[in-house]
């Protein structure tokens, strides 16, 4: 076996000096990198090794033993040459390949030596060579900057690089200050509305609800007196006054939308009083109690609304 070892390089060179050609794969594809490299025999004894050259299989004979050398090819043969193998030697096409050609090259091998073909050519390795190969110069952006690369003008490609970083980094600032300009700008609206109608409708509300047990206590002596009934009535006028300027203040200012749900209580809260004053004016027509302590209830509910965009507020802050 060792006697081999030695002989065979001359043998190689003298006999076949050829280059390895995958089959199928065009004269015109073949690179420094497809030259034949020595591979390691194995078991010592009689061999059969079988290999593929550009001339065809090559028999070495030396002595009485014969020695059928198969430099394999399309993936099947490893050495150190496989390593440095171009993206266009692993797809079997020629550098000035179009994409149209590249691409039918993908597929063919894909389909030639994915592992669920069930093809005695099926290979894990050699299909993440494949796919890899594919995504570079498959892609005619990545392709052009590939073919820079192994031009000697990486240097133009790093140069690129580097720009296109410090314009991503621009965008990035850029981007950042557009959405610090816009939640400044949102912060500065709910501050707005929440001082020039948050605060003001809450202030009436107040007042519209506030006196209400207290005005009732008052009336609840005599109902039926003209005196507490006319009093009665008239705090009903005020509240029905302050609920059109609460009413018209919440309307005055569109909501900022972090303030959504404010708004929201704060506008069930003026419903629910407006159907709770109406409730209660009918009482004083026909001094049925029940429109009474259906008023009352509605109070109770705007009152619980009212108490709820309050939380809301604190929040906020």
């Known amino acids: 076996m060792n006697r081999w070892k030695r002989i065979l390089p001359y043998l190689l060179r003298e006999k076949f000096p050829h280059r390895l050609r995958p089959r199928g794969a065009a004269e015109s594809s073949l690179s420094p990198f497809n030259t034949v490299h020595l591979i390691n025999f194995g078991q010592k004894g009689n061999g059969t090794f079988r290999g593929s050259l550009t001339g065809g299989k090559g028999e070495i004979e030396a002595g009485k033993r014969q ?14 040459a496989m390593a440095q193998q171009t993206h ?6 020629h550098e000035a390949a179009t994409q149209a050609e590249i691409k039918r090259a993908y597929r063919r091998l894909a389909k030639r030596f994915h ?21 570079v110069i498959g892609d005619p952006a990545r392709r ?59 202030r009436l509300i107040g007042k519209i609800m506030s006196p209400l047990k207290t005005e009732v206590r008052k009336l609840a ?6 005196e507490l009934m006319e009093a009665f009535q008239s705090y009903l006028e005020q509240c029905g006054t302050w609920l059109d300027q609460a009413k018209t203040k919440f309307q005055s200012m569109a909501n900022p939308a972090s303030t959504a749900g404010v ?11 407006e159907d709770g004053l109406e409730e209660i004016e009918r009482f004083t027509y026909s001094y049925e109690t029940s429109y009474l302590h259906t ?5 109770r509910m705007a009152h619980h609304q009212r108490q709820e965009a309050k939380e809301r507020v604190k929040r906020l802050g």
């Open 67 to 80: 020695k059928r050398v198969l430099f394999f090819s399309q993936g099947l043969f490893y050495n150190s």
């Open 115 to 135: 592992p669920d073909s069930q093809t005695e050519s099926a290979s894990h390795d050699h299909i993440a060579r494949i796919n890899n190969a594919y995504e």
């Open 263 to 273: 708004a929201a209580d704060i506008y069930h809260c003026l419903g629910q009083l």
């Open 88 to 93: 266009y030697q692993v797809l079997e096409v």
């Open 144 to 202: 052009v900057l590939y073919d820079r690369e192994r031009q000697g003008l990486s240097g133009a490609s790093r140069e690129e690089t580097a720009q296109q970083r410090t314009q991503r980094t621009a965008d990035m600032q850029a981007a950042y200050k557009r959405h610090r300009q816009a939640s400044q700008s949102s912060e500065a609206q709910e501050d707005a509305w929440l001082k020039l109608v948050y605060g003001p409708v809450d």
């Open 295 to 299: 008023g009352q209830e509605l109070f």
């Open 221 to 226: 002596a005599d109902p039926f007196d003209d």
